[in-house]
């Protein structure tokens, strides 16, 4: 059973960055793509960025120019850093891999923006 666990949220102040973390217990972990959704109150889950195993990057636009998403293959881990945080981006963030018909969900980490 593949695992996925998160790491890397909390409380940031209005402009402020944090980096999360998304480690994924597979050893054909570089074949997988990896994505960021995030849920925030009272709102629908949405797709905040992908990474396919090839590397290509693909962000939404609500987060394009601040969130930069990467993968270390040998690490079997995926993260997302965020930059220039508004309160906006306050949501439960989960990562989520995905090949062909197999796909796995975190249980997400909480991401507070406020001052």
């Known amino acids: 059973q593949v695992q996925i666990v998160e790491s890397g949220g909390g409380l940031v102040q209005p402009g402020g960055s944090l980096k999360l973390s998304c480690e994924v217990s597979?050893?054909?972990?570089?074949?997988?793509?990896v994505e960021w959704h995030r849920q925030g109150p009272g709102k629908q889950r949405e797709l905040v960025a992908r990474?396919?195993?090839?590397?290509?990057?693909e962000y939404s636009d609500s987060v394009k120019g601040r969130f930069t998403i990467s993968r270390n293959d040998a690490k079997r881990t995926g993260y997302l850093q965020m930059s220039s945080l508004k309160p906006d981006d306050t949501a439960v963030y989960y990562c989520?891999?995905?090949?062909?018909?197999?796909?796995?969900w975190g249980r997400g980490t909480q991401v507070t923006v406020s001052s």
């Open positions: 990474i396919r195993s090839g590397g290509q990057r």
């Open positions: 989520h891999a995905v090949r062909q018909d197999y796909e796995f």
């Open positions: 597979t050893r054909i972990f570089s074949m997988f793509a």
